[in-house]
């Protein structure tokens, strides 16, 4: 099993890395580019595992590239306010 596999795995992995960047020091800036090329790999690469991964992959996959831009930076926010580490 991977992170990939379980959504709540997923989003705490996430946020264990969103916060070492941001004590890293990683700007607002950095981390949302850095959200739009992890989502752009993903949809690009890998199998959604679950429901919720089906879903983003398939607005990713209709979105223009501000829109996908947009998708990424409402992940990074949905994992500042949901995720566990």
Known sequence: ???LDNWKDWE???ADRLHHAQN???N???VSDLAYQVGDYLSKNVD???EQQRTLSDLWSVASKDEQQA???VMVKLIQNNGSR
Request: glycine share 12%; proline share 6%; aromatic share 6%.
């Open 24 to 26: 890293q020091g990683m």
């Open 71 to 73: 998708i990424a930076n």
């Open 28 to 30: 607002e800036g950095v």
């Open 48 to 50: 959604p595992k679950n």
């Open 1 to 3: 099993m991977t992170v």
């Open 12 to 14: 705490d992995f996430l």
